[in-house]
């Protein structure tokens, strides 16, 4: 990580830190490590099974996914729909960036795979080929 | 989205009051009953094992696509394309997983708009190769033209030769490697991913990026705008070798003499004051 931040720091405050943030009023970039290398010992299980399935021998598109914090919230971005994807708010968040982002992953492809992605019904309404 | 059907009325463009507002997802979407699907509702589900070629000599663009989608609906998962000849446009807008190799050369906007295959290219390939790539894997084993990559967002593309000028612009994701040169306005407007040229660089690399980083290996012959040489840590190093691994290109890579290029951020401009606020905090 680029400062040693608290973990929940964006979860438990607006992230708006330094002098130049406090007088836009507003976050200046990422709210996390874009450049934390994933360790590929914390893959959760659905993850192995997924890059097994692809034929990728990493994370491959997932290396850029990383669990972001939106309006006091945990939440994943998802490029196909250009917005945020919460987190369940049952969900128990490890203590670490690692395994979060691990989740946020395996959270993102389940949505994008699930029949209710809204891609799904703009595809039916749009797609201009079978 | 529910219900959202096609409608052929014009649109209204007068204003309007209503405020457009954000909703959430999780109406759409539960982590409890949704099953361990591996694959897009529209992706078709093939086999890997499942071979099969096609022989595109006397077939035009379109005929090639269109066979390789067939191919796709039928189950195969990996597919061999013999004799593309140059041909502009194949194997555009792939979103399944699939093997695909291409036994000779691409023309113009090969591989565009990938989301998920994993591609093997003989020969060599023309300008804006992997152009908005989303996911997968693209090997070239020749050199490839221009614009390499342009606004890849997701994946590895991959060339083991020389590129043309402005690889990897507007990239906004995924990973370029270039095993040789690249030309000038390499990483222009570069947002976020990695790019690693083995060789030499040309001028202006990483002019105006934002976000990113590009790792050279060789000579770089001048900084763009906006783009500062940074220090390697062990995490680059670390994340070189194992992505060069995959690659077979892990020879071609002396840590030693790496360089890292990263943003320099003085053009960031991320807020919404007005001129005269904005000269205040400037």
Known sequence: MGENKDIDHYLKSDGVDSEREKMIGQTIGYRYDVNLLPDLSRLTPFLKKYLDYMGWKDLNWLEDIHMGYEEGRAAVFDRNINGWVTVPPDLKLPDNQQERDMIARELLVKFQMSDNHPLVALRTAYGKFD | MAGLEKSNEPLKTEMRSESLLGRTQQVFFSLDNNEEKMAQPF??????????????????????????????????????????????????????????????????????????????????????????????????????????GAAIRGGDLVCKGDVGARTGIDQKGGTIIAGGNTGAFSGFMMQRGRMVVLGDAGNNLGDSMYDGTIYVGGKIKSLGADAVESETTESDEKWLTDKLTLYGLVDKLNLSTIKKVVSGKQLWNYDSLEPSEKKLVL
């Open chain 2, 43 to 148: 992706a078709y589900e093939v086999d890997f094992s499942k071979s099969a070629e096609i022989d595109a000599e006397d077939l035009n663009t379109r005929q090639i696509n269109s066979k390789l989608k067939h191919l796709l609906t039928e189950g195969y998962g990996t597919i061999t394309i013999k004799n593309p000849g140059a041909k502009h446009s194949i194997g555009v807008g792939i979103l399944n997983r699939l093997n695909l190799k291409i036994e000779g050369s691409l023309g113009y906007f090969g591989l565009g708009l990938l989301d998920g295959p994993n591609v093997t290219v003989e020969g060599r390939v023309g300008w804006s190769c992997g152009e908005n790539m989303m996911s997968g894997t693209v090997l070239i084993k020749k050199n490839a033209g221009s614009t390499f």
